[in-house]
């Protein structure tokens, strides 16, 4: 059965968000290092350091939230958790969005003191600053992302399947620029069931008006994306950016380092 249709995931298959990620932690801290307000004696703190102490604090809330459940179920991770407001239809992100709010300032509060600084001011700086670096990344296409996209779309119908917070990822797609290259998109809380599930996949093409076999899935995650594909019935390609392990469930139909080489494959 010819293609149809592609189904992409976004982050770290077109989006290098866990680049933008560290970049936005480093940042956020490089102006902690250069605070300074009158009268002010204290060492301000070595910027790499709480950069590395705010991840690092940020993966413990983050592991030890009540919402831990939730977000390996849909697919929101600590980076995420630590700038997303968490708006939407789901009445479970309400306690969540309550929950966030303290665990952003709680990760800054933390990571300075691990430092010797206690100061409520600068880790509530942080906590917006690092908001806005974040979102300020959110155009971090692989360099191999667009011109992919524009050699495609028209040959083909495009979708996005993506699991996550919906003010997370639909912020990420529109100021990515790439919003109008998908005329269907999955957000997996929005959808109400995340990859590998092979429920979203089917949603997805339901509204693509395609067949399981004329659709292919391009994506990073072995367990998420490939897996998923999988379970549907759907072609897998496998993006392998980083050099990460397959795991054993999973099974791509091909595997590139480069979306360059996938429109020969499809």
């Known amino acids: 059965m010819p293609t149809r249709a592609v189904l992409f995931d976004l982050d770290d298959t077109l989006l290098a ?4 990620t560290h970049a936005a932690l480093r ?11 009158p009268g002010d004696s204290t060492t301000r703190p070595d910027a790499e350091t709480l950069a590395r102490a705010a991840w690092l604090h940020a993966l413990d809330g983050w592991e030890h939230s009540p919402h831990r459940d939730y ?4 697919g929101i991770s600590a ?11 789901d009445p479970r992100l309400r306690p969540i969005a309550r929950w966030a709010i303290a665990y952003q300032l709680e990760t800054w509060e933390r990571a300075l003191a691990d430092l010797g600084l206690r100061d409520d001011l600068l880790a509530a700086t942080l906590t917006e600053r690092f908001r806005m670096e974040k979102r300020a990344r959110h155009d971090w296409l692989f360099a191999d992302a667009l011109p992919t996209l524009d050699r495609l779309r028209g040959a083909y119908a495009l979708a996005l399947i993506t699991n996550g917070a919906p003010d997370i990822q639909r912020d990420k797609l529109a100021h990515s620029g790439i919003e109008s290259y998908f005329p269907v998109v999955a957000v997996s ?3 109400g069931v995340a990859k590998p599930d092979p429920a979203i996949f089917a949603q997805t093409l339901a509204a693509l008006e395609v067949t399981p076999d004329e659709a292919v899935m391009v994506g ?15 072609r897998a390609i496998w993006i392998r950016r980083e050099g990460q392990p397959l795991t054993s469930d999973a099974h791509p ?6 979306l360059d080489d996938l429109a020969a494959l499809l």
């Open 189 to 191: 809380v929005e959808a």
């Open 220 to 234: 990073d995650s072995p367990g998420r994306d490939i897996l998923g594909a999988n379970r549907a019935g759907v």
């Open 253 to 258: 139909d091909a595997t590139i380092t480069t």
């Open 71 to 74: 977000f390996e179920t849909f």
């Open 79 to 89: 980076g995420e958790c630590l700038w997303g407001r968490f708006i939407g239809e």
């Open 27 to 37: 940042a956020t801290a490089a102006v902690a290092a250069t605070q300074r307000r």
């Open 17 to 20: 968000d866990d680049a933008a």
